[in-house]
């Protein structure tokens, strides 16, 4: 677990429907059909000091941001999603029963996390690459394009080594172009659903944090180079951007935990 605070010499607080407002407004959580409920997802403490963030709503993560007197967290994974079993049992009752003991407000943001083109995760997954954003693609601009430097050519093999160089151990090299690779599309997190509009935008590889078996296929029969970063570590970005964000916004402390996840 890895954890980096974001401090001020005198922490402000927000008072929490603000801080929804403000992030409902600021993320344009409106204009996404989304799987999960974006937003306050749980009621906490009115007035808000320490922001913790992190990837996903853990039961780790959140001992953590008890343990660190957070009065908010915010993820991208949050605890509510369509279609799961709605009964407050096992692990989703202990995950709900601490932040409820403790008034601690649960803030989670999917796909408007993903898609912001400022602290979003493909806007920092881009910035961490150095690629060039050149457009976009899917419904929501969810698929990002761009290029290495100005334009730069390189075999499948190199790109995918020179992702290894920002996610060591993780890149996985599923598919690789005849060609060499120019137009790059990426999509973090389970962004493996998004392959087809990657191809149909014209990219030469696809970077996302997962894929299911199909994926592979398409991809090998598209001539379309398929890198895996992993899923948790190609979202970390965005929620510590939105964190340093709500700290130049707001004042108030906000700290990035990583309980780390191997997929």
Known sequence: MQQNEVTIPRANAVQRDNL?????TYLDVRRFKDVAPNGLQVEGMPMIH??????????????????A??????????LFWKGDDPRVVGFHRERLARLLIRNVNLYAYHLPLDAHPEVGNNAQLGAKLGLNIT?????????????????LAVKSTVLAAFCSRYFPGLV?????????????AWCTGAGGSLLREAIDAGADAFITGEISEHHIHEARESDVTLITIGHH????GGVAALAAHLTQKFGVYTEFIDVDSPL
């Open 135 to 151: 457009g976009a693609a899917a419904e929501n601009d969810l698929v990002l394009l761009g290029q290495l430097g100005k334009g």
């Open 172 to 184: 996985r090299l599923y598919s690789t172009s005849s060609g060499l690779v120019q137009k790059i």
């Open 233 to 236: 570590a190609s979202e970390r």
């Open 20 to 24: 929804s407002r403000y992030l409902a």
């Open 69 to 78: 007197h957070a009065d908010a967290i915010l993820v991208h994974h949050g």
């Open 50 to 67: 320490k922001i913790v963030v992190g990837v996903t709503a853990n039961r780790l993560l959140i001992d953590a941001a008890i343990d």
